[in-house]
Every structure is written in structure tokens, then in C-alpha cells.
């Protein structure tokens, strides 16, 4: 099970840090990524993370502002976003598989949280 929050409304230029508790699955290595979907447009990566290796992998539109990172113990997936933008507003998920080739397609990935919303105005 995958539960996302931390979405809220922030200016532009802002921060926000959402999070992604995650339960039930135990495999040592696996990928765990964050996901977002605009009105309108299609869902697509935003950053990923192979756990047990603690490769990276980001959206070009986000790199540098952007920061994925784990806590094996709170079994917590983190997005930090920073400078946030217009363009940022969209539903963020959390998404796991146990192994992808793609780490920021999204086809690969088996299980998903319910969202939380990030508007920035």
C-alpha cells in the first residue's frame, strides 16, 4: 500500500516536500518513483529511485529544483520541491515495481498511491 501527502496550494518560487508511505512489500532492491498528471495532459515521471542501490533518476524539467530521496527505516519515499512553477501544478504519485527498464516510464510500475494535489499559483 502506497499513501501519499503532503500536496498543497504554494506560490511560485516556493517549496513543498511530499511524502509516500509505503507497507507490505519487503524485497530488498526495487524501484519507487514519483509521478504527476496536469488537467488535461498525460501522466508522466518526475523522479524515480532504485532502492537498495540509491540510483536517481529525474525529469529533465525538474532537475536541480527536484530531490527524491528514502528513509528504509519510516519506510518513506520523499519528493522535496523547490522553485516550484506554474507548470508544477498536477496530482503527484507515488508508484513501486520491482524492477523496471525505464525507471521514469510509468507502464512498468505495478502498484500506485491515491495522489495528492499540488497547485502553484
Known amino acids: 500500500q502506497l499513501v501519499e501527502s503532503g500536496g498543497g496550494s504554494v506560490q511560485a518560487g516556493g517549496s513543498r516536500r511530499l511524502s509516500c508511505a509505503a507497507s507490505?512489500?519487503?524485497?530488498?532492491?526495487?524501484?519507487m518513483g514519483w509521478f504527476r498528471q496536469a488537467p488535461g495532459k498525460e501522466r508522466e515521471g518526475v523522479a524515480t529511485?532504485?532502492?537498495?542501490?540509491?540510483?536517481?533518476y529525474y525529469a529533465d524539467s525538474v532537475k536541480g529544483r527536484f530531490t527524491i530521496s528514502q528513509d528504509n527505516a519510516k519506510n518513506t519515499l520523499y519528493l522535496q520541491m523547490n522553485s516550484l512553477k506554474a507548470e508544477d501544478t498536477a496530482m503527484y504519485y507515488c508508484?513501486?515495481?520491482?524492477?523496471?527498464?525505464?525507471?521514469?516510464?510509468?507502464?512498468?510500475?505495478?502498484?500506485w498511491g491515491q495522489g495528492t494535489q499540488v497547485t502553484v499559483s
Open positions: 529511485i532504485y532502492i537498495g542501490y540509491g540510483r536517481t
Open positions: 507490505g512489500y519487503t524485497a530488498s532492491t526495487y524501484y
Open positions: 508508484a513501486l515495481a520491482p524492477w523496471v527498464a525505464r525507471p521514469l516510464d510509468l507502464v512498468t510500475y505495478n502498484y
